[in-house]
Every structure is written in C-alpha cells, then in structure tokens.
C-alpha cells in the first residue's frame, strides 16, 4: 500500500547509495509544510527507489482539500521534485493520476534540504505489488478501460511533446475499486521535435530492447507505447516480475485483438502504434474483419503472399507474374494486393495476427488501399487450377 516510489535506473552510481540509504524520517516524526503549514505525522516507510523514499502519514489538523491518510515522497534531489511538483499541479484534475496536495522543503540539522511531496494515497499499492500478492483476476473489458484510462494522461504529455519514460508497473497504483492511476513523473522530459530525447535515464524492466542495445539513442513517444505495451502484458498475464517477451504473446490468456496489440506494441520499433492516442482507438474500438475484396485482374498490381497455399509458395508466385503482377516477399507501401492462404496455427498473435497481417493492417490505417483476395479467387484469376488439394 504506497504510492509513487521511484525505481528508474541509470548510469549513474549514487542511485544505488539512495536506495540503499537509511530512511530519511522516522516514525511519529512530525514533518511541517510552510506552503500549506499543514503537520504530517509519520508513520512508516513503504516505498523507495532511484529518487526518494515514500512514508504513510497522517495529515493532523483539519483541511477542506487534503485528506487524513496520505504518502509523503522525500528526495534529497531538487530536480525530480520539481517535475513531479509542476506536474502534479498541470494534472491535478485528471482522474487518472496520483494526486500532489502539497510541496515543501524540509530542512535538515546538518544545514542539507530533503524535498517533500504530500501524494494521494493508493489503497491497493503499485501494480506490481498488486500483482505480487495475487489479486483478482481482471477481465479483459476491465484491462483494456483502465489501461486505456492510464493512455488518457499519456495523450496529455504526448499533445504537449513530453515523454514519460518510466511506465513502469512500480508508477502505475491500484487505487479504490482497482481504479489504475499513474504517478512518478520525475524523468518527464520535453522534445523539441518527433525525432526524440536522447537517453540517459531508464528502468531496465520495461525499456524496449533496441534502446536498451543503444541501436536507437532517442527516446520517442513510441517507446512510451513500447512501456505500456509491457504493462498490458503484465496485467492480462497477472506478473509484472519479468517483462513480457514477444514470443509469449499469443499464449496470453486474452483476446487475439488484444494480443494483437500488445504485439504491435512490444514488436518491431516503426510499427509500434505511433502515440497513445493511437493506442487508445485500439483498446477502445473492435477492428472490422479482414474480408476479401475484388479484383478482375491481375496485371500490374504488387502482390504479396501470406499463409499456407495449396501449392508452394514458388509456383504461386510465377503465376501471379505470369498474370502480369509484381510480386513481393511482404506487405509494403507498394502493395495493393495480398492473397491469404490458410493462416498458420502458431501466428504471434492469433488467427487475424500473423506478422503480414498486422502489416497489412497497419499500412490499412494509414490510408494505403490493399485489396486482400482468398487462395481461391488468386487461383481463378491467373486462370488455373492448384494441382493439390488442402
């Protein structure tokens, strides 16, 4: 039972000598706002991490706007309190984040400042915690509406060019009525265009791999899809404990839509959804069916093939040339027409997942018209027969 206790990890050695830190308050000790001249009376550690350490207090006195039972944030660093104090301030009305009450240094006797931060409280805890100790199963419906709802305030930074960076499952709290909220928002940071941040603070659990390798030095808003592509998986499988690899995801005990998108999430890097806004139609609205479409001829159109054909995939392919198509190993921004065999039993994310379709969906969405055609159709417009059957 806590709220926003930091757990980035970065290059920088005096991390760890924070987190390993004896507690920076004691129990009973009562701690003064002069912003606020509110008193808070300690009563124990629960929470700490790269940035700070995280007490369950007592508001003492009366407040129209600060309830009795909060969590106060100590940081001896400056600059991760400010971000998280003007942050709590820009969305302190959004429903989906922890709550910021009251800032206030705290000097200490030895002439050095701790930085305080009063938070809402989370009933339930992080999410890994929540996790941890076994929680109720969620339905699908209730993943996707509450992570969707965690989406909203990523779309807030996202519109204003901000990163997160740390959608971790430490910084997502399980609040009354298993409410998701998102806090921590120390390492948020500005870009000054789509190209990204450079990256030199993370957390290792959730940084997608080709960050992690140094292959993309800038961090971009679909690094954040990336993170919360990891938090989905976690939640649907009930374990945060270990990040989600994409090998797993079809065995998820969710929707294949939903595996879908975890998918596209946590795959390859150009083709992650490209904000939260984006991920947020996904979880919110069904796709339509892939159907097959029509065509009266072959000649000229760039065709590609997926699934298993009646006839190897080689003599598909001098047919469709023979009609007068360009053929191609995968869907492309030239493609204009895919034919679909007999899907593979073991596609990454269900019977509507393979890789090509996804892909096929993906270039879809962006407004890229391909007509998809059944083996059977392919087969009568090159004018033959397979030789073979099923």
Known sequence: MRTAAATTRTARPARASIEASPPFL??????????????????????RGGFGQVFLATRL??????????????????????????????????PRTIRVFD????????????????????????????????????TEAAVRREMAGILEVLGKLHRGQLLHRD?????????????????????????????????????????????????APMWQARDDVYQMGQLLGMLVRGDAGTRLRKAEVRTLPCSDHLKEIIYRC?????????????????????????????RRSLKGVHLAFTGILREPRRVAADAARRAGALVHGGPSRQTSVVV??????????????????????????????????????????????PSRSA
């Open 26 to 47: 004691t129990n009973a000790q009562v701690v003064v706002s002069p912003e606020s001249r509110l008193h808070y009376r300690i009563e124990r550690l629960i929470g």
């Open 61 to 94: 006195g009366r407040s129209a706007t600060v309830p009795r039972t909060v969590c106060v944030k100590v940081s001896a660093s400056i600059d991760g309190w400010v971000r998280e104090a003007y942050f709590g301030q820009q969305l302190d009305d959004h």
């Open 103 to 138: 800032r206030f240094p705290l000097p200490r006797l030895d002439g050095s400042v701790l930085y305080c931060l009063a938070l809402e409280y989370a009933e339930h805890g992080d999410l890994s915690a929540f996790l941890a100790r076994g929680g109720k199963a969620w």
């Open 167 to 215: 959608l971790t499952p430490v910084n997502v709290f399980v609040c009354q009525g298993r409410k998701l909220k998102l806090g921590d928002f120390g390492i948020v940071r500005p870009q000054s265009d789509h190209r990204g941040i450079r990256v030199r603070t993370l957390n290792v659990l959730t940084a997608p791999s080709d960050i992690l390798e140094g292959a």
């Open 266 to 294: 946590i795959g390859e890097r150009r083709k992650r959804y490209e904000s939260a806004d984006a991920l947020i139609r996904a979880l919110r609205h069904r796709p339509t069916q892939l159907r097959s479409g029509v």
């Open 340 to 385: 679909r065999g007999t899907p593979n039993t073991r596609q990454a994310a269900g019977r509507d997942a393979g890789l090509k379709l996804m892909e096929i969906k993906r270039l879809r969405e962006q407004g890229q018209h391909i007509t998809l055609l059944s083996e059977a159709q392919f087969w009568r417009l090159v004018g033959r027969r």
